[in-house]
């Protein structure tokens, strides 16, 4: 039997497939009072919800969430979308020869692509000190590796392997714009300062099947870790000026523009103040890219509201040019 992917599947489809588990959650039927398991799977396409109904109880302490299950069932509508009726569900085997990394999506421009524009960038860095910091950072293998796969966000924007890399590399082109129409900011600083500023969000999320934050990163958050990774390599670098550390360091905590947003600090140089704008274009644009490549289908106008916008999306008439 041919796998579909989740995007894939309609109601009536027969499936033997592999998911990772996302959620699970242990419920009573309200008419009978008896006992069911809800899931949520996912895979490099997207999500769908599950149901079973024979042994639930059993099936509960064995699978938990983040395991890879092998699940065969029907498709069926349920609350007005697809939905999986289970039959049968189990968790990977060795023999299954199944890799966790398939399960996450990917980004679709060439990572070594990017990662080269991205030198490319520092190498246009003029003051030597910045770009002394700048290459220690990513030309360090260890980083390169993790960088290069990573993802910029759980849900909003840039979801995927390889997503950190596309944003960061968004925002320093941005940024660079950006320096020529206001010359009166630092090149290097701003640069720097977008290169750095998401840093932390190697460790902030992690990607075990499907993409989640690390104990870390929900208890120190990428802002604050990213300036620590910063002040380390600066450590590295002798008669590194102590001003131009403090500047780079208020870009990287002020980039969300406001406290309740997670930056200790408000932008309060011009740089750390196109940086926040440039983020925040950057991460706004590719969700609303997302939501339009998500939903948008032949004679639809809009799409579903999504509760981390908080708004519809137009996505424009059938026929519209």
């Known amino acids: 039997m041919e796998q579909k992917q989740i995007s894939e599947l309609q109601p009536g489809d027969i499936l033997l497939s592999f998911f990772v588990v996302r959620k699970k959650e242990f419920k009573i039927q309200q008419k009978n009072r008896e006992p069911y398991l809800t899931f949520e799977f996912g895979d490099s396409s997207g999500r769908i ?23 065969k069932g029907r498709v069926i509508t349920y609350h007005d979308g697809p939905h999986i009726s289970i039959e049968k569900i189990r968790k990977v085997l060795p023999e299954d020869q199944v890799e966790p990394m398939q399960f996450l999506p990917k980004a679709e421009k060439n990572i070594d692509e990017m990662y080269e524009a991205l030198l490319k960038i520092i190498v246009s860095i003029g003051n030597t000190q910045i770009q002394a910091l700048l290459n220690r950072i990513f030309t360090d293998e260890k980083i390169k590796d993790q960088f290069t796969k990573a993802p910029a966000a759980k849900l909003m924007h840039h979801n995927y392997l390889g997503g950190l890399l596309e944003h960061t590399l968004s925002i320093a082109r941005l940024c660079d714009v950006l320096h020529q129409h206001y010359p009166m900011s630092n090149r290097d600083i701003l640069l720097a300062g977008a290169l750095l500023h998401d840093l932390g969000k190697m460790t902030e999320l992690k990607t075990a099947g499907f993409i989640d934050y690390s104990t870390r990163g929900r208890l120190i958050g990428h802002i604050t870790i990213s300036a620590q990774m910063v002040t380390d390599a600066l450590r590295e670098i002798e008669g590194f000026p102590e001003n131009l550390k403090d500047q780079i360091l208020h870009c990287i905590l002020s980039h969300h523009g406001q406290k309740e947003y997670g930056s200790p600090v408000l932008p309060m140089t011009l740089e750390a103040l196109l940086l926040n704008y440039a983020d925040e274009i950057d991460a706004r644009v590719a969700a609303f890219l997302r939501i339009m490549k998500k939903d948008k289908e032949p004679g639809r106008e809009w799409s579903n509201f999504d509760n981390v916008l908080d708004r519809f999306i137009y996505l424009g008439e059938e026929d519209e040019k």
């Open 49 to 71: 919800r599950g149901s079973v109904w024979d042994d639930p109880m059993e099936i509960n302490e064995a699978i938990q969430i983040g395991d890879i299950v092998k699940v």
